[in-house]
């Protein structure tokens, strides 16, 4: 089946720290590749995506590569704001039915 | 604001009894899906509708839970006999799949249930 590991937190970065967040992944057929957040006390909102190998997704300064060979989409921002703390959640989705699998979730804190 | 909205946003119940959440999703959205997420982990798959047909249930989802879309809108998630373990944030979610990003998911900003 589906599944997606990505690096457990928390992570606390000092302002305008550069920020990776590993994610790797296990799927079956060409899933779509995301990543979403979660600011505290709201809902989730996709941040960026990238549908097939080698696209990269962007947003708000955040950058990701869907890398097939590495299987891998790994979430970098070169410069963080004490606005981007929040809770980042990598997903793939099903090829057929595009349910997302997620994981487990990585805890950004940055300092101002 | 994502457009899909859940009702209630919290809900506390003792064991046992009996709960219900809806959803209210984007109206042009066809597909519809449910997910659970516990505490310090992601959100997990529970169900799906296309319409108002249920295309797929996951294993997680016990007897004791069922869902529904009538009229191929709105949905519901009822529980019976709530039990501890039930504690969770219900998170609603849909997209359009004949539309230019099927693959997108909008979320509504969840019920938080604890089962005291």
């Known amino acids: 089946g589906n599944s997606v590991t990505q690096m457990e937190g928390p992570v606390t970065l000092s302002e305008e720290a550069f920020l990776t967040i590993n994610c790797t992944y296990t799927a079956t057929g060409y899933p779509s590749l995301f990543w979403y957040v979660q600011y505290p006390g709201e809902g989730l909102q996709l941040l960026l995506k990238?549908?097939?190998?080698?696209d990269k997704g962007s947003n708000k300064g955040f950058e990701a590569t869907y890398r097939k060979e590495t299987t891998s989409f790994h979430l970098e921002k070169g410069s963080v704001q004490v606005s981007d703390s929040a809770v980042y959640f990598c997903a793939l989705s099903d090829s057929s039915n595009y349910k997302l699998t997620f994981g487990k979730g990585t805890l950004l804190t940055v300092n101002p | 604001d994502t457009g899909v909205s859940q009702d209630p946003r919290h809900k506390i119940t003792k064991r046992g009894q009996n709960v219900t959440f809806r959803c209210d999703p984007i109206?042009?959205?066809?597909?519809l899906y449910w997910y659970r997420q516990t505490l310090g982990q992601g959100p997990e798959f529970l169900t799906y509708?296309?319409?108002?047909?249920?295309?797929?249930k996951s294993r997680l989802l016990s007897d004791r839970f069922s869902a529904e879309r009538p009229k191929g809108s709105f949905s519901t998630l009822e529980i019976q006999r709530t039990e501890q373990g039930d504690s969770a944030m219900y998170l609603c979610a849909c997209t359009q799949s004949s539309g230019s990003n099927p693959d997108t998911q909008y979320f509504g900003p969840g019920t938080r249930l604890t089962v005291l």
């Open positions: 990238a549908t097939k190998a080698d």
């Open positions: 509708f296309q319409n108002e047909a249920q295309l797929e």
């Open positions: 109206s042009e959205h066809n597909r």
